[in-house]
């Protein structure tokens, strides 16, 4: 497993050290609320510029739905998968830093990430 009950995640940036982090909480509700903060803020920079310019909604019904779905993406999920989803979009490292760090291929850290994607894009769809 990546990431055990305390949230300690070792990173290894290239020429550094290895380094503790440490999250708060259970390894879904990081990631689930890091999701949720990107897509607030998200949706509240393009409903500003909705309001300023009177452009049109755009993808913003949609990042809406998301956010209000959070919730049943996150219940299938594995620990693992949460894990990967960590590293690669909370901590931003390459698929090569995240298999190095991890000992899995590639392909399997872009299977495994891509699932949790493919879910949110049919959540996306129904709005």
């Given amino acids: 497993m990546l990431i055990n009950v305390d949230m300690k995640i070792y990173i290894k940036s290239k020429g ?5 982090r440490y999250y708060w909480g259970k390894p ?16 509240a920079s393009k409903q500003h510029y909705i309001e300023k310019t009177g452009a049109e909604t755009g993808n913003l019904p949609r990042h809406l739905k998301l956010l209000e779905e959070l919730d049943e993406l996150f219940e299938t999920v594995d ?15 390459s698929i090569p830093d995240t298999a190095e760090l991890t000992g899995l291929s590639n392909s399997q850290i872009s299977t495994r990430t891509s699932k949790v994607m493919k ?3 049919e959540i996306i769809a129904k709005a």
Avoid: P
Avoid at 28 to 43: P, Q
Avoid at 79 to 93: F, G, K, N, Q
């Fill in 119 to 121: 879910k949110a894009k």
């Fill in 79 to 93: 620990t693992d998968s949460i894990a990967l989803l960590c590293l690669r979009y909370v901590e931003l490292l």
């Fill in 16 to 20: 550094e050290a290895m380094a503790d």
């Fill in 28 to 43: 879904r509700d990081v990631i689930k609320w890091y999701l949720r903060g990107i897509l607030h803020l998200s949706a």
